[in-house]
T-cell receptor, first 120, second 109 residues
């Protein structure tokens, strides 16, 4: 059974880059069965879709984050990553990795989530 | 401001039914049958309860059902139980190949 696990620094300074990795077990990152996705939830706010990547390397980003965002695949490590640059306090949130269906982009499987704080 | 509009809160008594609406546009909800609904208990992982407007994943109670008319999708929960108290979010695939979410609805039982 496939599982996802987020990892990365929990504290990031303003203006720096937030970097997270989602380790995938139980399936190959080269599988064409999913879009590998990132979402977040800021304290007291709703869910926000960040972006996703397909095994071909094609990426799709939330327009509000696109200028600061990179999502990539690492097939050798069977994980995918999120890099969000020039962070501010507004980027403080719980970040989730997830898989999305290829047809309707339903987020079927979620990681546990990791709380990232942007603070000096 | 979220792309999809949901009521901030709804409430119901045990055993009753409630419906949560999710209003979008022709570029998202109205353009595809790709609306999903998630149940989120604070501090836990969101759970997919409806995909493709009205499909229930394996293991999801039949008390949850989804529908859509024009640019508004709806989630109905029948036979309300205390454990249904949670936040509910809708999402939709869009014409620009991205996903948009609603602002979430807090259900009080």
């Amino acid at each position: 059974q496939m599982q996802l696990q987020e990892s990365g620094p929990r504290l990031v300074k303003p203006s720096q880059t937030l970097s997270l990795t989602c380790g995938v077990s139980g399936d190959s990152i080269n599988s064409g069965d999913h879009f590998w996705s990132w979402l977040r939830q800021s304290p007291g706010k709703g869910l926000e879709w960040i972006g996703y990547i397909y095994y071909t390397g094609s990426t799709y980003y939330n327009p509000s984050l696109e200028s600061r965002l990179t999502i990539s695949l690492d097939t050798s490590q069977n994980h995918f990553s999120l890099h969000l640059s020039s962070v501010t306090a507004a980027d403080t949130a719980t970040y989730f990795c997830a898989t999305a269906t290829t047809w309707g982009r339903a987020f079927v499987l979620w990681g546990q989530g990791t709380m990232i704080t942007v603070s000096s | 401001q979220s792309a999809l509009t949901q009521p901030a809160s709804v409430s119901g008594s045990p055993g009753q039914s409630i419906t949560i609406s999710c209003t979008g546009s022709s570029s998202d909800v109205g353009g595809f049958d790709y609306v999903s609904w998630y149940q989120h208990h604070p501090g836990k992982t969101p759970k997919l309860i409806i995909s493709d407007v009205n499909k229930r994943p394996s293991g999801v109670s039949s008390r949850f059902s989804g529908s859509k008319y024009d640019t508004t999708a709806s989630l109905t929960i029948s036979g309300l139980q205390a454990e249904d108290e949670a936040d509910y979010y809708c999402s939709s695939y869009t014409t620009t190949n991205i996903v948009v979410f609603g602002g979430g609805t807090k259900l009080t039982v």
